[in-house]
């Protein structure tokens, strides 16, 4: 039986409707939801040497903004009245 996403691999049980290559997709969606079709348009729309400068910058931006928020959380915890910062 051929995969109903990519309608060329073989399927991999005889009761499944998708191939390991796309059921894997398939979770990608589950977890990102809409996220996965916004860093498909923004990367895979570009010629292949401009694909891996975007990815490096997407990857980027991500970090800096979990470590903004991992910093802006560690402040906001010694503010409210974290008293494992004063020494004794």
């Given at each position: 039986?051929?995969?109903?996403?990519?309608?060329?691999?073989?399927?991999?049980?005889?009761?499944?409707?998708?191939?390991?290559?796309?059921?894997?997709?398939?979770?990608?969606?589950?977890?990102?939801?809409?996220?996965?079709?916004?860093?498909?348009?923004?990367?895979?729309?570009?010629?292949?040497?401009?694909?891996?400068?975007?990815?490096n910058e997407e990857i980027k931006t991500?970090?800096?903004?979990?470590?903004?928020?991992?910093?802006?959380?560690?402040?906001?915890?010694?503010?409210?009245?974290?008293?494992?910062?004063?020494?004794?």
């Open positions: 039986m051929v995969c109903k996403l990519c309608e060329t691999a073989e399927v991999e049980n005889w009761f499944g409707t998708w191939c390991k290559s796309c059921r894997k997709v398939k979770h990608y969606l589950n977890l990102y939801g809409d996220r996965v079709y916004e860093v498909l348009d923004i990367v895979l729309s570009r010629q292949e040497d401009k694909q891996n400068n975007k990815i991500e970090i800096k903004l979990k470590e903004h928020n991992l910093r802006s959380n560690k402040k906001r915890n010694k503010s409210v009245g974290d008293e494992t910062h004063i020494k004794k």
